[in-house]
Nanobody, 111 residues
């Protein structure tokens, strides 16, 4: 059974950093593109970043230069390093891949 579990969210001041992790269970992790999405209150869920099995990455424009997605296929984890955080980055962040969603982790950027 495939499961994705996010962690690493929290409260951070503007300009700060967080690293999110998404741990996968099940087989075939290394064959899938993995993605991060986020959903702010009152907004639709939006795509943030993707990483292919061979670690090619893409980002939505609003996070380019600030966020970095990466993966470790040996331990089946995908990361999202978030730097220079802004209040508008506040959202629940979700991992998606292998046909399933994680439950999300809350990120709040506030002074």
């Amino acid at each position: 059974q495939v499961q994705l579990v996010e962690s690493g969210g929290g409260l951070v001041q503007p300009g700060g950093s967080l690293r999110l992790s998404c741990a996968a269970s099940g087989t075939g992790f290394n064959l899938y593109t993995m993605k991060w999405y986020r959903q702010a209150p009152g907004n639709q869920r939006e795509w943030v970043a993707s990483i292919t099995p061979d670690s090619r990455t893409t980002y939505t424009d609003s996070v380019k230069g600030r966020f970095t997605i990466s993966r470790d296929n040996a331990v089946k984890i995908v990361y999202l390093q978030m730097n220079s955080l802004k209040p508008e980055d506040t959202a629940v962040y979700y991992c998606f891949g292998m046909g399933v969603w994680g439950r999300g982790t809350q990120v709040t950027v506030s002074s």
